[in-house]
């Protein structure tokens, strides 16, 4: 009976491990954020530069770069945008991307798309939080640093910006968060 309990607790353990043990990548993200004539908030324009083996993977596949970006642009919509939008805490209501495009650039694969807010925003005077998700848990998705973020012409007077990274982040969870502070 113990070798039978123990082989069980044993074939768990494997079960466990091979589970956790699926493809993951990184992709390296830039931000800016666009706003009307009103000084509100009506989009944020996104590039991400996928890791070289995923975007090998994506260059053999066969596809040509517009079947890849619709796809992708499928697999977003599909999975929320990977992004969380918030104000001051509340979530924001985004709209389906509409405006897309995938490159080569060297040896890895860009996609610029542009994540429009379904209502345009008065961000002065509060915060507003990026933060990026894999619910499949395979991209972790990192701006890096500050640098990374454009705030545009019309917030950069208003606006200071920072990239705080999780500590002990898990796999599918947002590696950092973007904080946007406008007076």
Aim: with cysteine; glycine share 8%; proline share 2%.
């Amino acid at each position: 009976m113990k070798k039978i309990i123990g082989l069980l607790a044993l074939g768990s353990l494997f079960i466990a491990t091979v589970s956790y043990a699926h493809f993951h990548y990184k992709i390296s993200s830039t931000a800016i954020l666009q706003a009307n004539a009103k000084k509100q908030l009506t989009a944020v324009k996104m590039s991400w530069v996928h890791d070289k083996t995923v975007s090998n993977l994506m260059l053999k596949s066969g596809q040509s770069m517009d079947q890849l970006a619709s796809g992708i642009a499928g697999d977003l919509l599909d999975l929320d945008n990977f992004t969380q939008l918030q104000f001051n805490g509340k979530r924001i209501v985004t709209g389906r991307v509409t405006q897309y495009k995938l490159l080569k650039v060297k040896d890895q694969v860009k996609f610029s798309f542009t994540l429009p807010l379904k209502s345009p925003l008065f961000i002065q005077g509060g915060v507003l939080s990026i933060a990026h998700t894999d619910p499949g848990a395979s991209a972790s998705i990192f701006y890096h640093n500050a640098n990374n973020i454009n705030l545009g012409t019309t917030f950069s007077s208003l606006c200071k910006k920072s990239v705080q990274a999780i500590q002990g982040f898990e796999v599918g969870e947002a590696p950092e968060v973007v904080k946007i502070s406008c007076q």
